[in-house]
């Protein structure tokens, strides 16, 4: 009899597709297949957070994502906001959102090309890692990288929506008064800096999806790869 029972079952295994076993869980997951479904879930979530980054308001609305004054302006801003110059700052800030909403607009093809290009030597460990193991994996072996490509596209979105004008108009204001210390203008690198970090957090957040809610694993293979953790 369990000759018979070994038999019928070893029927059934070879009768099953490469594919089918794989879904079944009988074979074992490689390097590859891993490496390939975290490379799959970053750039599913670069897409998606470019996607809500960029929206109308997309950081300005979001408390974890919004842009606001420089650290070292705040004594700008308190100062000139009791001067009056509240709704010349608020314009500003505005618009610094939304250069970023622009440039995150066009931030998917660099993210896409940094995740594709990237070798995940320890995938196993950032797959049993936590849950946003591959997004920091990516911030760690590509962040300056990104930073020096998606810089000139902050630029652009600045100078596009005045933002650099609005915010000079406002530290020309407040350099002018009497007894205080210049704050430097240059908003670039202080926006490119928050863009990117912004895109970040929202790509963590949906690599959390993607590890616990099936229904956000868009390929077979990410099924396959994140269902061995649930």
Known sequence: MKLAI?????????????????????????????????????SRGISTSAASAS???GYLD?????????????????????LG????????EQQMNRAAE???????????????????????????????????????????ELQDQFRPIVVAALDETSATRYYGEIVKRYNALPLVFDVDP?????VTEKAIDG???????EEARIRTISSARSTRLMKRVFGSLD
């Open 102 to 144: 622009q440039a995150a607009a066009r931030a998917k093809p660099i993210f896409i090309r940094a995740i594709t290009s990237m070798s995940i030597d320890d995938a196993f460990d950032i797959l049993e890692g936590e849950q946003d193991a591959a997004t920091r994996y990516l911030i760690d072996e590509s962040y300056d």
């Open 55 to 57: 929206r109308v308001n």
């Open 186 to 190: 240059d908003l670039a690198d202080y």
């Open 62 to 82: 979001n408390p974890q994502l919004r842009i606001g004054l420089p650290a070292d302006a705040d004594k700008l801003e308190n100062t000139l906001r009791n």
């Open 6 to 42: 070994f038999s019928l079952a070893m029927l059934a295994l070879l009768s099953c597709s490469g594919k089918e076993l794989q879904d079944s869980g009988l074979v074992p997951l490689s390097e590859a297949e891993v490496s390939q479904a975290l490379k799959d879930a970053l």
């Open 199 to 205: 895109l970040f957090l929202l790509m963590a957040q």
């Open 85 to 92: 110059f509240g709704a010349q700052i608020d314009r500003a």
